[in-house]
Nanobody, 126 residues
Framework: QVQPVESGGGLVQAGGSLRLSCAASALTFSNYAMGWFRQTPGKDREFVAAVSRSGGNTRYTDSVKGRFTISRDNAKNTVWLQMNSLKLDDTAVYYC???????????????????WGQGTQVTVSS
């Protein structure tokens, strides 16, 4: 069974940085676009960032542009989310997800994603 596994969450002060990792096995990693989503209690899961199968195309939600960077290494079956200049509003559970997609496509909606990790908590304190 495909089960992406996130790591790297934790507690950080506002202005600090964290790097999330997501590893996926039991599949051909390069066949999937990769995305990061986040969710806070009482709210819908929201798109954060995604990268195409090729790694050459990326998309970000406006609130993280210039602060977060998504990248992937198909040889390592891993995707990362580098988060800098963290803000209180970035506090959430962050989920990694995989989407079947064409080589250059970057899906940004939750229904496009086939497999989801269990999430990792990111807490930004003042």
């Amino acid at each position: 069974q495909v089960q992406p596994v996130e790591s790297g969450g934790g507690l950080v002060q506002a202005g600090g940085s964290l790097r999330l990792s997501c590893a996926a096995s039991a599949l051909t990693f390069s066949n999937y676009a990769m995305g990061w989503f986040r969710q806070t209690p009482g709210k819908d899961r929201e798109f954060v960032a995604a990268v195409s199968r090729s790694g050459g195309n990326t998309r970000y939600t406006d609130s993280v542009k210039g602060r977060f960077t998504i990248s992937r290494d198909n040889a390592k079956n891993t995707v990362w989310l580098q988060m800098n200049s963290l803000k209180l509003d970035d506090t959430a559970v962050y989920y990694c997800a995989l989407a079947s997609a064409s080589w250059f496509i970057v899906p940004i909606t939750t229904p496009a994603y086939n497999y989801w990790g269990q999430g990792t908590q990111v807490t930004v304190s003042s």
